[in-house]
């Protein structure tokens, strides 16, 4: 399914194929986007770069809103992005929506990263 | 008592904090944190300064700092917080069945909860002429202005007390120009610090320095001069000497009297419970007017962390207890370096090691007790401080270490810091952590900038300290010179995080004694205080589970760090390298034809020999691993996993002329038995064929040297961070005892070891005594440890082959496009 201008939502995979406590990546051109699943079955993305040292966030331990970087352990809330304090600095977060089981992302804000030069 | 609190609607409950001193505020800073908006905040302060650093007095005083510098929350602070401050008014009264303080000028203010943080008192002696102008106290600014002021009026300075503060004052006061006297009552400086060797080392230094001092003498009187003020002491004894400025440092009392005169129960400070509340349950008190298990702290440490409780259950978090602090302490004189710690004088029943060398300027003593160290006092040489602390602090068995104890822990190897032990010395440049890059300057600025007192919160903020540790006693130096901060800690039994109060031995038995499988059961049982863990615990959990149950508890790929989840090693740029097994480090021409093959198909950019024989292929993409593995069709070599990873040999009697066993076999015999056993940390072992020991087994978790007669088998040794040689356990004759034995010691680790700690943390802690018991003494238990250890691995399937043969978790490897 392709987005369009008045429908920017495309389903990306289903809840049940990102483990619970989990992540799985969406790959979009050069963006690797972290989808994560937290015990709850809320789904949260962000782009996969830990703001402290590019560390891929989806490779890290999922524990209540929150996922450990593989790194450094720097822990990032997954609905903001940012780094719990005193660490500091955020991961792009980018709008997901569930519906009938199935994981939806805002490509719109995808379209609007992929095309900047160099993720800050 | 109607204790019932309205939240998130109504009016907000009133919180009054009495006193505006730093364990107070701390509290109202970790409240904020945890709820912004659920108070109304009233602050008293009988000072007229904002919330500043008391410890810092002391080189305030010396001109070192000023007073601006050690304001630790400005007015801005409090406005920005909506905090009421009402500076230089004095708290009279407390109202209790009104609920409602009131200051000396009138003003009230009403409660829902009511914070005692009123600090202490100096003792001021009875003598006549005790309230003569000119004879003060040293306690806050005020009594450091009448110091100044004085110094530049006035030549003959006496402070009565050769305590911490008595001479922290004199320095000051000797800095500042005065002549200055010391009038002690014991017969040595810091008594209660101090034993007397160290105790006359200082002495001498500082009257190096030009300070003099009167010892055993009491004060008689203060004598009035002829303007009305102090004009001489005069002692019991008859003697007498001059004195413009008379400072009383002889000890501090709790500063109880508005509590008592609320009828809160008092005794040697405000009695509180583990949460910091009164025999009144709307009053909290903390600081050093509180008196907790019937102590009253006055080190910054402790305080601190009662703010912490404090504040969690004004939050109504309703988590955590303050449960008592060990402290010691560390002399505020610039070119001074003193540290003392517990019971230091020791007595019956305990044994002292001593280093004295009174030319230097340096001793040492170390009290012992049942093979722990129970107190030390250090002079002219403290660099070890911390470290001795923290034996003392987590008891410790220093009886493998008593020989070279003495000499630090650097004499056990520590790498990583340019064999620098001096923060003094270092410039802003220069790195104290190795591990995160991060140089002095970085961590005073941060201490300064950001308030830090102590070592978790540098840790915290800088990350030094925060990897593998061996910069501790440095950042708690700088630590100590730039903040004032302590030593002082609360005694760890270690609870395995921040989610829970438990201890590792305490989960570990409930999942033994109740048949806990799962994680989410083991947090339930045991109320976990968060829904999942942290990614502290659950690795923890996991590994405990499938050690306990092996075949039972299923484990938890989401509960595994990457490399465990992946098994293979994450690298710094997202890539993977892959270690296949080499058994005993032997290969043969068609393996390394494989390898090669797959390096130029998968266009791996990298590949390295290992410290521990194997060849390591780096910069692999994840989603090629499985296929990696597939071709490589070699055994996984688990060199990202907490578990046995290699058995490094040398080519023994096959081949060396020196050779007296074949160590070679004997490794892979070892390896093959032991393949695919998790295990609290990494386990590396080795084999070498004839004592000149190529093989390296000396730093090894299980070192096998073949001699003429049979194997010497050596454990907990450790070629990391800190190089620690393996201990001799025992020598047997046959291959078949060399696997039993080391299998039944590995066993016993993975049993009682805490995760993440090495063997050698582990016999760190036990005693080879203990673990000789257990396997040497023993023999119907050994066996049964290694029947266990091969029952466990009979359940182990080798990882690679799942995913790369059977498809297992393939979700892992998949990236979904998009």
Same mark, same amino acid.
């Not at chain 2, 070119?335 to 040492?364: M, N, Q, R």
């Not at chain 2, 006092?377 to 602390?389: L, R, S």
């Not at chain 2, 270490?401 to 620098?420: A, E, K, T």
């Given at each position: 399914?392709?987005?369009?201008?008045?429908?920017?939502?495309?389903?990306?995979?289903?809840?049940?194929?990102?483990?619970?406590?989990?992540?799985?990546? @969406?790959?979009?051109?050069?963006?690797?986007?972290?989808?994560?699943?937290?015990?709850?079955?809320?789904?949260?993305?962000?782009?996969?770069?830990?703001?402290?040292?590019?560390?891929?966030?989806?490779?890290?331990? @999922?524990?209540?809103?929150?996922?450990?970087?593989?790194?450094?352990?720097?822990?990032?809330?997954?609905?903001?992005?940012?780094?719990?304090?005193?660490?500091?600095?955020?991961?792009?977060?980018?709008?997901?929506?569930?519906?009938?089981?199935?994981?939806?992302?805002?490509?719109?804000?995808?379209?609007?990263?992929?095309?900047?030069?160099?993720?800050? | 008592? $109607?204790?019932?609190?309205?939240?998130?609607?109504?009016?907000?409950?009133?919180?009054?904090?009495? #006193?505006?001193?730093?364990?107070?505020?701390?509290?109202?800073?970790?409240?904020?944190?945890?709820?912004?908006?659920?108070?109304?905040?009233?602050?008293?302060?009988?000072?007229?300064?904002?919330?500043?650093?008391?410890?810092?007095?002391?080189?305030?005083?010396?001109?070192?700092?000023?007073?601006?510098? !050690?304001?630790?929350?400005?007015?801005?602070?409090?406005?920005?917080?909506?905090?009421?401050?009402?500076?230089?008014?004095?708290?009279?009264?407390?109202?209790?069945?009104?609920?409602?303080?009131?200051?000396?000028?009138?003003?009230?203010?009403?409660?829902?909860?009511?914070?005692?943080?009123?600090?202490?008192?100096?003792?001021?002696?009875?003598?006549?002429?005790?309230?003569?102008?000119?004879?003060?106290?040293?306690?806050?600014?005020?009594?450091?202005?009448?110091?100044?002021?004085?110094?530049?009026?006035?030549?003959?300075?006496?402070?009565?007390? #050769?305590?911490?503060?008595?001479?922290?004052?004199?320095?000051?006061?000797?800095?500042?120009? /005065?002549?200055?006297?010391?009038?002690?009552?014991?017969?040595?400086?810091?008594?209660? *610090?101090?034993?007397?060797?160290?105790?006359?080392?200082?002495?001498?230094?500082?009257?190096?320095?030009?300070?003099?001092?009167?010892?055993?003498?009491?004060?008689?009187?203060?004598?009035?001069?002829?303007?009305?003020?102090?004009?001489?002491?005069?002692?019991?004894?008859?003697?007498?000497?001059?004195?413009?400025?008379?400072?009383?440092?002889?000890?501090?009392?709790?500063?109880?009297?508005?509590?008592?005169?609320?009828?809160?129960?008092?005794?040697?400070?405000?009695?509180?419970?583990? &949460?910091? *509340?009164?025999?009144?349950?709307?009053?909290? +008190?903390?600081?050093?007017?509180?008196?907790?298990?019937?102590?009253?702290? #006055?080190?910054?440490?402790?305080?601190?962390? *009662?703010?912490?409780?404090?504040?969690? %259950?004004?939050? %109504?978090?309703?988590?955590?207890?303050?449960?008592?602090?060990?402290?010691?302490?560390?002399?505020?004189?610039?070119?001074?370096?003193?540290?003392?710690?517990?019971?230091?004088?020791?007595? =019956?029943?305990?044994?002292?090691?001593?280093?004295?060398?009174?030319?230097?300027?340096?001793?040492?003593?170390?009290?012992?007790?049942?093979?722990?160290?129970?107190?030390?006092?250090?002079?002219?040489?403290?660099?070890?401080?911390?470290?001795?602390?923290?034996?003392?602090?987590?008891?410790?068995?220093?009886?493998?270490?008593?020989? %070279?104890?003495?000499?630090?822990?650097?004499?056990?190897?520590?790498?990583?810091?340019?064999?620098?032990?001096?923060?003094? +010395? /270092?410039?802003?440049?220069?790195?104290?952590?190795?591990?995160?890059?991060?140089?002095?300057?970085? !961590?005073?600025?941060?201490?300064?900038?950001?308030?830090?007192? &102590?070592?978790?919160?540098?840790?915290?903020?800088?990350?030094?300290?925060?990897?593998?540790?061996?910069?501790?006693?440095?950042?708690?130096?700088?630590?100590?010179?730039?903040?004032?901060?302590?030593?002082?800690?609360?005694?760890?039994?270690?609870?395995?995080?921040?989610?829970?109060? %438990?201890?590792?031995? =305490?989960?570990?038995?409930?999942?033994?004694?109740?048949?806990?499988?799962?994680?989410?059961?083991?947090?339930?049982? /045991?109320?976990?205080?968060?829904?999942?863990?942290?990614? +502290?615990?659950?690795?923890?959990?996991?590994?405990?589970?499938?050690?306990?149950?092996?075949?039972?508890?299923?484990?938890?790929?989401?509960?595994?760090?990457?490399?465990?989840?992946?098994?293979?090693? !994450? *690298?710094?740029?997202?890539?993977?390298?892959?270690?296949?097994?080499?058994?005993?480090?032997?290969?043969?021409?068609?393996?390394?034809?494989?390898?090669?093959?797959?390096?130029?198909?998968?266009?791996?950019?990298?590949?390295?020999?290992?410290?521990?024989?194997?060849?390591?292929?780096?910069?692999?993409?994840?989603?090629?691993?499985?296929?990696?593995?597939?071709?490589?069709? /070699?055994?996984?070599?688990?060199?990202?996993?907490?578990?046995?990873?290699?058995?490094?040999?040398?080519?023994?009697?096959?081949?060396?002329?020196?050779?007296?066993?074949?160590?070679?076999?004997?490794?892979?015999?070892?390896?093959?038995?032991?393949?695919?056993?998790?295990?609290?940390?990494?386990?590396?072992?080795?084999?070498?064929?004839?004592?000149?020991?190529?093989?390296?087994?000396?730093?090894?978790?299980?070192?096998?040297?073949?001699?003429?007669?049979?194997?010497?088998?050596?454990?907990?040794?450790?070629?990391?961070?800190?190089?620690?040689?393996?201990?001799?356990?025992?020598?047997?004759?046959?291959? $078949?005892?060399?696997?039993?034995?080391?299998?039944?010691?590995?066993?016993?680790?993975? =049993?009682?070891?805490?995760?993440?700690?090495?063997?050698?943390?582990?016999?760190?802690?036990?005693?080879? $005594?203990?673990?000789?018991?257990?396997?040497?003494?023993?023999? $119907?238990?050994?066996?049964?440890?290694?029947?266990?250890?091969?029952?466990?691995? +009979?359940?182990?399937?080798?990882?690679?082959?799942?995913?790369?043969?059977?498809?297992?978790?393939?979700?892992?490897?998949?990236?979904?496009?998009?």
């Amino acid at each position: 399914m392709k987005p369009t201008d008045m429908n920017p939502w495309v389903a990306i995979l289903e809840v049940g194929d990102i483990p619970k406590l989990g992540a799985r990546v @969406v790959r979009h051109g050069s963006l690797d986007i972290a989808v994560f699943r937290t015990a709850d079955d809320e789904i949260f993305a962000l782009e996969d770069r830990c703001p402290h040292k590019g560390g891929p966030l989806s490779q890290g331990i @999922v524990h209540g809103k929150k996922v450990a970087c593989p790194m450094h352990n720097w822990n990032i809330e997954l609905d903001s992005g940012c780094a719990v304090a005193p660490d500091q600095g955020c991961a792009r977060e980018f709008p997901v929506k569930v519906e009938d089981g199935r994981v939806w992302l805002d490509f719109a804000a995808v379209e609007r990263v992929a095309v900047e030069p160099a993720a800050a | 008592m $109607d204790m019932s609190t309205p939240m998130g609607h109504g009016p907000k409950m009133k919180l009054v904090m009495v #006193g505006n001193g730093m364990a107070g505020v701390r509290t109202l800073e970790e409240l904020l944190k945890l709820a912004p908006d659920l108070y109304d905040i009233t602050v008293f302060g009988a000072e007229p300064h904002p919330n500043y650093n008391r410890i810092l007095l002391s080189p305030v005083l010396a001109g070192e700092q000023t007073v601006d510098d !050690i304001v630790l929350n400005p007015l801005d602070w409090y406005s920005d917080n909506h905090i009421t401050l009402h500076l230089g008014k004095t708290v009279v009264k407390i109202d209790r069945s009104a609920r409602a303080v009131e200051a000396a000028d009138g003003t009230r203010a009403e409660y829902d909860r009511l914070l005692l943080a009123t600090g202490s008192n100096p003792f001021i002696l009875p003598v006549p002429g005790a309230d003569l102008d000119g004879v003060i106290s040293f306690r806050d600014i005020a009594d450091v202005d009448a110091m100044v002021r004085a110094s530049s009026q006035y030549r003959h300075a006496v402070v009565i007390g #050769g305590g911490l503060l008595g001479l922290e004052a004199a320095n000051g006061l000797m800095k500042r120009g /005065m002549d200055v006297t010391v009038v002690h009552i014991a017969p040595w400086l810091m008594e209660r *610090q101090l034993d007397e060797p160290a105790a006359r080392l200082l002495q001498k230094s500082l009257e190096e320095k030009g300070m003099k001092f009167l010892l055993q003498k009491q004060t008689a009187e203060l004598v009035k001069g002829e303007s009305g003020r102090v004009c001489a002491i005069q002692f019991k004894d008859g003697d007498s000497a001059p004195a413009d400025l008379v400072v009383m440092a002889v000890g501090i009392r709790p500063n109880t009297e508005l509590a008592e005169a609320s009828g809160l129960h008092c005794n040697r400070g405000i009695v509180v419970n583990d &949460t910091m *509340q009164t025999f009144d349950p709307r009053i909290y +008190s903390i600081g050093e007017c509180a008196a907790h298990r019937g102590i009253a702290y #006055g080190l910054v440490a402790p305080l601190f962390e *009662q703010a912490k409780v404090c504040a969690n %259950h004004l939050a %109504h978090y309703g988590i955590g207890r303050y449960q008592g602090s060990i402290t010691s302490t560390k002399l505020k004189v610039t070119g001074i370096d003193l540290f003392s710690a517990g019971d230091f004088i020791g007595g =019956e029943g305990t044994e002292a090691i001593l280093y004295s060398d009174p030319i230097g300027g340096v001793y040492k003593k170390l009290v012992i007790k049942d093979n722990k160290l129970v107190g030390g006092v250090m002079y002219g040489d403290t660099v070890d401080g911390a470290w001795y602390f923290s034996l003392l602090r987590d008891g410790k068995n220093i009886d493998e270490l008593r020989d %070279h104890l003495m000499f630090g822990q650097d004499h056990c190897g520590n790498l990583g810091h340019q064999g620098i032990n001096k923060a003094a +010395s /270092m410039t802003d440049d220069m790195e104290v952590c190795g591990c995160n890059g991060v140089c002095k300057g970085d !961590i005073v600025k941060a201490i300064r900038d950001k308030g830090l007192f &102590t070592l978790e919160d540098v840790r915290k903020h800088t990350k030094a300290s925060s990897s593998c540790g061996s910069c501790t006693g440095l950042v708690e130096q700088i630590l100590a010179v730039t903040a004032g901060g302590d030593y002082s800690a609360t005694p760890k039994t270690k609870s395995v995080c921040g989610c829970t109060d %438990h201890t590792h031995e =305490e989960v570990r038995a409930a999942i033994k004694q109740n048949k806990l499988l799962t994680i989410p059961q083991v947090m339930n049982f /045991m109320e976990w205080r968060t829904p999942n863990g942290c990614a +502290s615990c659950r690795p923890a959990l996991n590994y405990y589970l499938i050690a306990t149950w092996p075949g039972e508890a299923e484990d938890d790929p989401q509960s595994r760090f990457i490399n465990e989840r992946a098994h293979a090693n !994450i *690298q710094r740029d997202g890539t993977y390298s892959v270690i296949p097994r080499m058994w005993g480090g032997n290969t043969t021409p068609s393996e390394l034809r494989r390898i090669a093959d797959v390096v130029d198909k998968y266009s791996i950019p990298a590949v390295h020999v290992t410290g521990g024989q194997r060849i390591d292929l780096l910069g692999i993409k994840k989603e090629d691993l499985p296929k990696v593995w597939a071709d490589l069709d /070699m055994p996984s070599g688990h060199a990202y996993g907490k578990a046995l990873r290699t058995v490094k040999t040398c080519v023994g009697s096959e081949w060396c002329r020196f050779g007296t066993q074949n160590s070679t076999q004997m490794g892979i015999d070892l390896e093959k038995t032991f393949f695919k056993m998790w295990a609290p940390h990494k386990v590396k072992l080795a084999v070498s064929g004839c004592p000149r020991n190529c093989a390296e087994v000396a730093i090894k978790d299980v070192g096998i040297i073949g001699v003429d007669s049979g194997w010497e088998i050596y454990v907990a040794g450790n070629g990391g961070i800190k190089t620690e040689v393996a201990q001799f356990l025992v020598k047997v004759k046959t291959p $078949d005892e060399v696997i039993e034995f080391s299998g039944a010691f590995l066993q016993l680790y993975r =049993e009682e070891a805490r995760y993440l700690d090495r063997t050698v943390h582990y016999v760190a802690r036990v005693g080879l $005594d203990y673990v000789k018991k257990k396997i040497l003494d023993d023999a $119907d238990n050994r066996r049964a440890l290694y029947e266990r250890l091969l029952f466990a691995l +009979s359940v182990e399937r080798d990882p690679w082959l799942e995913r790369a043969r059977e498809g297992k978790l393939k979700h892992e490897f998949e990236t979904v496009a998009a």
